[in-house]
């Protein structure tokens, strides 16, 4: 089956630590993005990228990094610099930078 | 500003009932408006796409309606079911001169079906 998977679906992170989501996709598509879904909020852009070996910031970058080493897979470090992490974070793929996202199920990442 | 309202910010209707949520949005220029289900703990899926030119486009019991002079969109649910108990989202795409257009996101409207 095509699509695009995100893992772990819960995760949890203690104080100071660092965590990684993984997101994978096997549709062939150029752009990969990150975001991230707070309650009563719409969904927000932390990275995007278009190309493998290059990724832009998006609306909400400071406390997150990627990596594009690979056209498939796109994770996102949450690093102790963000006070916040708490949320539902969203992965997402396109053909092309101004096509319909095809999203992944979502990790939900809490603080201990 | 770019933004994207939309409303009501919950839904409550009785199963086989209609209802119509509706979305505001200020972005300019604009490229296209989708509507996008997303199924608690799930991510959004697509259910249709609106461009400049189109005032109307369904999608089975979905109908998707653009009114581009008041930047105004809605969406139609006929026939309510069980399984429309979900998270509606309207997104805006900005037609930007590069290859990435930005998108804006509403907050969504919750819909809850009763049987």
């Known amino acids: 089956d095509g699509g695009i998977t995100q893992s772990p679906k819960y995760l949890f992170r203690k104080e100071g630590q660092n965590v990684t989501l993984s997101c994978e996709q096997n549709?062939?598509?150029?752009?990969m993005y990150w975001y991230r879904q707070d309650p009563g909020q719409g969904l927000r852009l932390i990275y995007y990228?278009?190309?493998?070996?290059?990724?832009q910031k998006g609306d909400i970058a400071e406390g997150y990094s990627v990596s594009r080493e690979k056209k498939e897979s796109f994770p996102l470090t949450v690093t102790s610099a963000q006070k916040n992490p708490t949320a539902f974070y969203l992965c997402?793929?396109?053909?092309?930078?101004?096509?319909?996202?095809?999203f992944g199920s979502g990790t939900q990442l809490s603080v201990l | 500003k770019n933004q994207v309202e939309q409303s009501p910010q919950s839904l409550i209707i009785l199963e086989g009932k209609n209802c119509t949520l509706q979305?505001?949005?200020?972005?300019?220029?604009?490229?296209?408006l989708r509507w996008y289900k997303q199924d608690t703990g799930r991510g959004p899926v697509s259910l249709t796409i609106m461009t400049f030119s189109e005032n109307t486009k369904s999608n089975g019991r979905y109908t998707a309606t653009l009114d581009a002079d008041t930047k105004q969109s809605s969406l139609h649910i006929t026939a309510s079911q069980l399984s429309d108990s979900a998270s509606y989202i309207c997104v805006v795409r900005n037609a930007g001169g590069t290859s990435y257009g930005k998108l804006t996101f509403g907050q969504g409207t919750i819909l809850t079906v009763h049987p």
């Open positions: 997402a793929s396109s053909r092309t930078g101004n096509e319909k996202l095809f």
């Open positions: 990228s278009q190309i493998v070996n290059d990724f």
């Open positions: 549709l062939n598509h150029d752009a």
């Open positions: 979305c505001n949005y200020t972005v300019s220029p604009f490229s296209n």
